[in-house]
């Protein structure tokens, strides 16, 4: 069973640049989570996309948007890249909308943007 | 919404010694919490979870928590600290994103614990 995988693991961005983060479910997953950690806090729900539609999205403005493809996968796209948005983005998988409690997460992106 | 609060941002023990990481949930309905352990650079792994079964709960690497609803409280115990529990612990519950039955987890801000040899 492969897990939940990430890339890329680091990310140095520039403010207003757009960036892409990719993310890959556990295998026979197919509701995918985003959340972004800032340096010591904890996650925060970005958005989940459950059958490649968005499912719900927490308190973040819409340049932060997504995707998620007929495999499952998942893209992070933020755009106009500012300084706070630098911290590690987490993917997390889970099976199922009603289920989508049990969710496992990926290693992270780490983007820096300066 | 609910919410999570875990008291201590940092807890010290001793190799051995009893670990007991705090938390704190409101909720106006039966709550799913769990606690995830993130070793330094990686993401979260889930250690256990409360979905409504048993009030105690078993986890991985000799980690357990009790769900006490009067207190509103899922604290995270282990007998005996190692070494390698060194790392930091986040308790989250699990909030309906909305009117549907999708959820999010909502996390607290976490407690980095450090293992004294």
């Known amino acids: 069973e492969t897990g939940v995988t990430q890339s890329p693991t680091h990310l140095i961005k520039t403010r207003g640049q757009q960036v892409t983060l990719r993310c890959s479910s556990q295998s026979g997953h197919n509701t995918v989570s985003w959340y972004q950690q800032a340096l010591g806090q904890g996650p925060q729900f970005i958005f989940q996309y459950y059958r490649e539609e968005e499912n719900g999205r927490g308190n973040f403005p819409p340049r932060f948007s997504g995707l998620q493809f007929p495999n499952y996968s998942s893209e992070l796209n933020v755009n106009a890249l500012e300084l706070d948005d630098s911290a590690l983005y987490l993917c997390?998988?889970?099976?199922?909308?009603?289920?989508?409690?049990?969710?496992?997460f990926g290693p992270g992106t780490r983007l820096t943007v300066t | 919404a609910q919410s999570v609060t875990q008291l201590g941002s940092h807890v010290s023990v001793s190799e051995g010694a009893l670990v007991l990481l705090r938390c704190n949930y409101s909720s106006s309905v039966p709550p799913y919490l769990f606690w995830y352990v993130q070793y330094p650079n990686q993401g979260l792994q889930l250690l256990l979870k409360?979905?409504?079964?048993?009030?105690l709960v078993k986890g991985i690497n000799g980690f357990e928590a009790e769900f006490k609803k009067s207190e509103t409280s899922f604290h995270l115990t282990k007998p005996s600290a190692h070494m390698s529990d060194a790392a930091e612990y986040f308790c989250?519950?699990?909030?309906?994103?909305?009117?549907?039955?999708?959820?999010?987890?909502?996390f607290g801000s976490g407690t980095q614990l450090t293992v004294l040899p």
């Open positions: 989250a519950v699990s909030d309906p994103i909305s009117s549907g039955s999708a959820r999010q987890l909502t």
């Open positions: 997390a998988s889970s099976l199922g909308q009603v289920d989508s409690y049990e969710q496992y």
């Open positions: 409360y979905t409504s079964a048993a009030t």
